[in-house]
């Protein structure tokens, strides 16, 4: 029996690169995209066995192109961030906002709708959101929106796409590049700060949502459910 083909979508660093390691680990065929040519070599180099397609997800009009050069495939991932909305409500702009579900709702939705042509029915797609979708921590409205935007596809499309099973991640506070904003010594203390609020005391790592993902493309039972991966955050947040 061929192995199944899972795509992850951003997949050159963080989540979606450790999902492609761990769905590689468990015998699928795993294709990982992104914008940066160079970032996506040096990403594929660094897992044996991946393939790799130059593609933008929030230049939609080149989607359907873009994934037709892979061809069907079983599972997609899709691994997209933004940091903008960040902020205090009464100072972040409208105009960040919007540029922020410019960078992750519409290429989550527009990405997830060019591929079912491609996509094996009974196969699934997995979004990533984050905690800011489900927990009430101040200076998140902007960024919480469009990560609950995101999670709000999930329990829609599971019940208009089936069989396709359609399930999410939202993380909590982990040890991406996303966090490359920062300079290094903010950056620790941001995690230090995190870890301490956080119940399991750390923040997460890459791989620890790389489970998660790889725990709703297996599980040919688990449809319309997003994971709160967040060691407990939102508990306290």
């Not at 761990?22 to 040519?37: C, E, F, K, P």
């Not at 009974?122 to 935007?149: E, K, L, Q, R, Y």
């Not at 966090?179 to 620890?208: I, S």
Request: aromatic share 6%; with cysteine.
């Amino acid at each position: 029996m061929p192995s199944q083909h899972a795509v992850i979508v951003g997949g050159s660093s963080g989540i979606g690169l450790a999902s492609a390691r761990q769905l590689l680990a468990s015998g699928m065929r795993v294709t990982i995209t992104g914008r940066s040519a160079e970032r996506l070599e040096k990403a594929r180099e660094s897992v044996a066995g991946a393939e790799a397609v130059v593609m933008d997800a929030a230049d939609t009009d080149t989607l359907k192109e873009a994934l037709s050069r892979i061809g069907p495939f079983d599972h997609l991932v899709l691994a997209l961030g933004s940091g903008k909305g960040f902020g205090p409500f009464t100072s972040v702009s409208v105009a960040d906002v919007r540029k922020g579900f410019e960078e992750k709702v519409y290429p989550h939705f527009a990405t997830a709708q060019a591929a079912l042509p491609l996509l094996l029915k009974d196969g699934s797609i997995t979004f990533i959101a984050a905690v800011s979708a489900h927990a009430a921590m101040p200076g998140t409205a902007g960024i919480g929106a469009a990560n609950a935007a995101v999670a709000m596809f999930v329990p829609i499309l599971a019940a208009e796409l089936r069989p396709l099973r359609v399930n999410g991640v939202s993380p909590g506070v982990i040890d991406t590049p996303w966090w490359d904003f920062l300079p290094a010594e903010q950056r620790e203390a941001a995690f230090t700060e995190y870890a301490a609020k956080t119940p399991v005391g750390r923040v997460g790592k890459p791989d620890d949502i790389a489970e998660a993902v790889a725990f709703l493309v297996t599980n040919t039972f688990m449809t319309g459910q997003v994971i709160v991966c967040d060691g407990g955050l939102r508990l306290v947040a």
